[in-house]
């Protein structure tokens, strides 16, 4: 679940310069626990969530700061 998540957060807070765009699949049923991990990150600020073709949440775009 949330595991690939939260180690690709941290090598993003690691990599991408202030202003990087980090772009991540969502897995379904999975947008709440994804957004809490993002929302509780200081370096990270999440942008937005986009649906699916079956209105499902399937993209995020978060920012670092």
Known sequence: GLSVY????VLAVQYLKPGG???LEV???L???LEDLIQSSST????EFRK????I????LAMKR
Do not use: A, N, P, T
């Open 21 to 23: 765009r980090l772009y």
């Open 44 to 47: 990270l600020r999440l942008v």
């Open 52 to 55: 699916d073709y079956r209105s």
């Open 6 to 9: 939260r180690h690709i957060l």
């Open 31 to 33: 947008k709440d626990s």
């Open 27 to 29: 897995g379904d049923g």
């Open 57 to 60: 949440d399937r993209m995020c």
